[in-house]
Nanobody, 118 residues
Framework: QVQLVESGGGLVQPGGSLRLSCAASGFIFSNYAMSWYRQAPGKERELVARVGSAGGSTNYADSVKGRFTIARDNGKNAVLLQMNSLKPEDTAVYYC???????????WGQGTQVTVSS
């Protein structure tokens, strides 16, 4: 049974930082590309960052380049999203996703809320 469990969300002031974690189980983690998406109220779910199965390939949404960093630990079956210099427009529910190969995830976590507000 595939499980993706996100943690680390919360309320942070503009300019602050958060680190999201996603713990994966139920599949061969090292065979899957991992990604973070987000969905703000009234908007479509959008890609934030993605990392290839070996960790060497990454891509980011233009809106987060230079502020967010995705990383994976294949020994711990985990993927992280370090978010710095947060802005109010980063407020959304953040989802962890997994897929064999590049593309929209086949599996999703339940999401974790990130709110950036003073």
């Amino acid at each position: 049974q595939v499980q993706l469990v996100e943690s680390g969300g919360g309320l942070v002031q503009p300019g602050g930082s958060l680190r999201l974690s996603c713990a994966a189980s139920g599949f061969i983690f090292s065979n899957y590309a991992m990604s973070w998406y987000r969905q703000a109220p009234g908007k479509e779910r959008e890609l934030v960052a993605r990392v290839g199965s070996a960790g060497g390939s990454t891509n980011y949404a233009d809106s987060v380049k230079g502020r967010f960093t995705i990383a994976r630990d294949n020994g711990k079956n985990a993927v992280l999203l370090q978010m710095n210099s947060l802005k109010p427009e980063d407020t959304a529910v953040y989802y962890c996703g997994a897929r064999r190969g590049w593309g929209r995830p086949s599996y999703w976590g339940q999401g974790t809320q990130v709110t950036v507000s003073s």
